[in-house]
């Protein structure tokens, strides 16, 4: 498939003796959202965290099997710090660094090399500007983050991931903890990124999976149960023990 | 692993699907008696089924109301969405199959007064036919059942028949000199038709039940 973002083949991932990932394969197409479903534990967050090699960080961790990101092994020679730029990752709780709005913002690209000033106030801006804040926060940009907001901090978080120029954008469940207005521009802004970038979601709302993604990949027990079109995953699914997920028969 | 969940949305969907069994009880009730009233010439009966048409016609909003409220406040998918929608087209079903019940019993009215060319068989017959199609399809309806669905629809084949066998019947009478026999087998000829469309409302009702069970619209 020359459409595919990152391929996964035959994926399993182990915290120590726990396999918590069996025999996973997904296609992720560019330019697309993908929503992640599942019950609680069934390893959403841990398929995500692969992605971008997050796991690598934790102790006694095994992967088997492949991620080609745009035909190339992220676990053979990638450079680990430059796939983190290309695949960045908006966690569930906003969290903004103990900053200025401007250097939480500026923090990535200065990591990266950019000293210039001017450089960095284009970044910030053009990167603020599509997390769709901009308005709300260019006349206070050298306030603290966290002054801000539950949703303008999870949208300034989203800014931050941007400002490094990624490619694939990960999120973790990112408006769980948001007011349903919040969670809307949320929605849009996703609505609008795809046009530029791919993009991941993990989701415990169906009716968000229902409304931004264009595949839904449902997860049970570290297993990939079924992945479709959004539409047909949410009307009609293959599988019964998607269907019940979804209808919220499973317990 | 499954347990009971959602038990609120699961009662409300049974109570549902037993108003949906009972406003096909109405119809069919609306339909024996028209029927029976024009068998009988019995102008009461006929009103009686005109009068209470009111009440099917209300049954379909309220329904619908009903199914609209599930749709926003349990936001359903799957199979459970498409049995709400499918719901809807049933509802409206019901409602033109009670509407041709009344068509039935207005004719009763204005043939009450004649001798009948010959005595009624396929109209009966027709009805007591249509009636079964319509309290099986709607079981199929409630639960899921496809090849209940199926069979029921096969069935139309023999209302066809029967429509047809009528007709022929009463084109013998078209060609005769008398004016009031010519329009009495009009008249019948209209009724008939008036089964044989509800013939193709059930059979509609049957394509939602199959729908609602797998997602495909099927031509039946
Ligand atoms: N660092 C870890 N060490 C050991 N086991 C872990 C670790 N992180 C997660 N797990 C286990 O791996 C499984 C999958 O966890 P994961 O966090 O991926 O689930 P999830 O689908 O994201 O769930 P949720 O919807 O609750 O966030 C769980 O059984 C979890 O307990
Ligand atoms: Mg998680």
Redesign the interface.
Known sequence: MNNSKLSVKDLDFYYGDFKALHNVSMEVEKNKVTALIGPSGCGKSTFLKTLNRMNDLVEGSKVHGTILYDGEDIYGKYDIIQLRKKVGMVFQAPNPFAMSIYDNIAYGPRIHGIKNRKVLDQIVEKSLFQAAIWDEVKDRLNKPALGLSGGQQQRLCIARVLAVEPDVILMDEPTSALDPVSTSRIEDLIDELKKDYTIIIVTHN??QA?RISDSTAFFLHGYLEEMGQTETI????SSKKT??Y?????? | ??????IH?SNMMKELNEQILKMGIYVEEAMKKAVAALRDQNIELAEEVIKEDDRINEFELELFDKVSILLATE????????HLTGAIRIISDLERAGDYAVHIAKGAKRLAGETYITPLQQIPEAADMARQMLKDALTAFVNSDEELAREVASRDDVLDKLHKKLIKKMLKYMNKDSEAEIEQAANLMFLARYLERLGDHITNVCEWVIYSK??KHPEL
Do not use: Y
């Open positions: 169906m009716q229902g949410f009307f009609n699914p269907e019940d979804i209808s919220g028969r499973f317990g | 692993m499954q347990t009971k969940s959602r949305f936001q359903p998918v799957a199979t459970d969405l498409r797998t997602g």
